[in-house]
């Protein structure tokens, strides 16, 4: 009996698209704190030469200004008129998105970390993005259809958290206490959830996951790892970081400027990243992310691929192993199906 292949929607889904040249729309979704204003830069200073080579993004400042109206704010909040916005919205992407593919663009990259959630609103909510299930259920009408590819960047949780506090004292905000701070060590979401409930959302795009810790600063990597382009390009700003973590030092300073006094022994002065969690709360928070990085590694249930080395992972290799794959299937004897069932999704570890 010949081997049977359970192939989730993604690979029919990239095989169809690789067949029939349609173009790629990737959803660059973050996280925060993870160098998406750095990717979004380096997209914005070499726009006109990556749209020779067919690529074309969307970035913040176009989409927040109107074409995503409606669609980042909070769903709990959302008024009938603001459901009115999202529809419209909804109906400019299809309408842009579709322009685009008429002009001949091979891969649209939709960066916009908001979608998954405002870093603010994890910071009240104490906890990792609370509404993202509802959030890309608004955003499934925009892009289901087109959507290829979903790439999300991970990080070890006490960076994250220790990254996203700095910047919310720096904007203003009071500096966390230990209550706040273990309430953010022990919150139940996890990476995984994110990955399961994105997965679930756009269950036809292929989801691929990698730790920031491997990319930061290099968003050529991140780029070729999301459109497979391969070509020496002539591009500028790729060692150009933006919004980098505030230091020890700035913060101190800043909140000392604010007489924030009683606040000051929480900072040493130093001028290195501001670590606000103690030792025990550090490796509680790295433990976490250990187990979501095995999880990962392990196939994650299926629900996306996981890049460990960008040195070495090719997305235009794992498209020809998806391509093999149903070769292999349809030479078999014994034909398998198309299971969409949330166990049988067909997962690989890349890199």
């Known amino acids: 009996m010949g081997l049977q292949y359970q192939l989730r929607p993604a690979v029919w889904a990239a095989l169809y698209h690789k067949a029939c040249a349609v173009m790629d729309v990737i959803l660059h979704l973050g996280s925060h704190r993870t160098g998406t204003t750095t990717f979004q830069s380096y997209l914005a200073n070499n726009e006109q030469t990556l749209k020779r080579v067919g690529i074309v993004s969307w970035r913040p400042k176009r989409l927040r200004k109107g074409m995503m109206s409606g669609l980042l704010g909070r769903p709990d909040q959302v008024t009938p008129h603001g459901f009115k916005r999202a529809q419209r919205a909804c109906g400019l992407i299809r309408m842009e998105t579709e322009r685009m593919e008429r002009l001949g663009v091979e891969h649209l990259i939709v960066s916009e970390e908001n979608m998954i959630g405002a870093m603010r609103n994890n910071l009240r909510q104490e906890r990792l993005y609370p509404n993202l299930a509802a959030r890309m259920d608004r955003f499934r009408g925009a892009f289901a259809e087109k959507c290829t590819r979903i790439v999300l960047a ?36 996890r990476w995984r959830h994110m990955v399961t409930e994105l997965s679930d959302a756009f269950p036809a795009a292929h989801l691929v996951v990698w730790p920031f810790e491997a990319v930061a600063g290099q968003p050529e990597k991140q780029l070729r790892l999301m459109t497979g382009t391969n070509a020496a390009l002539p591009l500028k700003g790729a060692r150009a970081w933006h919004h980098k973590g505030h230091t020890d030092a700035d913060l101190r300073a800043l909140v000392a400027e604010r007489g924030e006094n009683e606040a000051l022994p929480l900072f040493t002065g130093k001028a290195e990243r501001w670590m606000p969690f103690d030792r025990a709360q550090q490796t509680a928070l790295r433990a976490q992310y250990a187990s979501d990085i095995r999880w990962l590694k392990n196939g994650a249930d299926g629900c996306a691929s996981f890049v460990q080395n960008p040195d070495t992972t090719d997305i235009n290799e794992e498209d020809q192993w998806l391509a093999d794959a149903a070769a292999e299937r349809r030479a078999s004897p014994t034909r398998g199906h198309l299971h969409d069932g949330q166990d049988s999704k067909a997962a690989r570890q890349v890199g």
């Not at 006490?158 to 230990?178: C, R, T």
């Open 154 to 189: 991970v990080r070890s949780y006490d960076e994250f958290w220790a990254s996203s506090l700095g910047y919310a004292v720096a904007a203003g905000h009071s500096v966390p206490m230990k209550g706040q701070l273990d309430r953010l060590v022990t919150q139940p979401r």
